[in-house]
């Protein structure tokens, strides 16, 4: 998966967003490297630095394919995690129940009622 960036205006920047490349100050000292996650702290001195926007990273949005080839490997290593379990066999429903959950969570499906 590629990333893109924008430049955004200091204000616009929330804790939690990732640097796109090195963040430098007028002198062209490195305050921060490509990648880190910004915090709040690190937001509050930006001005002091005279930093007014920042190149945040913007991943790109993966294609159906890249989604439906994650989602075949995300049931390949279910299927491979439960092997010795059938889920329609009510000898072990806490098994049955527990590979319900664990496929709903990783295929990203809203959690199955009980």
Known sequence: MTTS????ALDQVQ?????SDELLDVQG????????VLTEA???LMPRHGIVSLPIAVPDEP???ELA???ERHLARLERLFRKNDPDSDQDWATALLRRFVTDFRLGLAPAEE
Request: neutral net charge; hydrophobic residues 45%; charged residues 10%.
């Open 15 to 19: 804790a939690g967003m990732t640097l």
């Open 69 to 71: 080839a994650q989602r």
């Open 63 to 65: 294609s159906e394919a």
């Open 29 to 36: 000292h490195v305050l921060l490297p490509q990648g880190t």
């Open 5 to 8: 960036y924008q430049h955004l």
């Open 42 to 44: 690190m937001l509050a």
